[in-house]
């Protein structure tokens, strides 16, 4: 599975952007894959911000992002999103795309539970 993630940019405090990663390679549609997002900010460990499970669409975030971030998947584009809204100075990061095949829902936080990785888009809020 390849995975591109793109939708990142510079955006103030209070806005929204929607980050998007392509999954190639195989169609997700009837797969286990739960395909997840996490961030990074320099020397910090990745963090992760929420997952879905491709076949029904359960979701899973971080506590601190539920109610401003909200993933989602397209089925027929094999995409799945991440629409961050009101985002804040902090959340300024690299976001990262995954996919895993293997990850029970209660190592979707972990990023070693995660095969596939995209190559990260830069998320900068400005306050």
């Known amino acids: 599975v390849q995975l591109q993630a793109s939708g990142g940019g510079l955006v103030q405090a209070g806005g929204s952007l929607r980050l998007s990663c392509a999954a190639s390679?195989?169609?997700?549609?009837?797969?286990?894959?739960?395909m997840g997002w996490f961030r990074q900010t320099p020397g910090k460990e990745r963090e992760f911000a929420a997952a879905i499970k491709w076949n029904g669409g359960a979701t899973f975030y971080a506590d601190s992002l539920k109610g401003r971030f909200t993933i989602s998947r397209d089925i027929t584009k094999n995409t799945v999103y991440l629409q961050m809204n009101g985002l804040k100075p902090e959340d300024t990061a690299v976001y990262y795309c995954?996919?895993?095949?293997?990850?029970?829902?209660?190592?979707?936080?972990?990023?070693?539970?995660?095969?596939?990785w995209g190559q990260g888009t830069q998320v900068t809020v400005s306050s």
């Open positions: 995954a996919a895993t095949s293997r990850a029970i829902n209660s190592m979707l936080r972990e990023p070693s539970s995660y095969d596939y």
């Open positions: 390679g195989r169609t997700l549609s009837g797969s286990g894959y739960k």
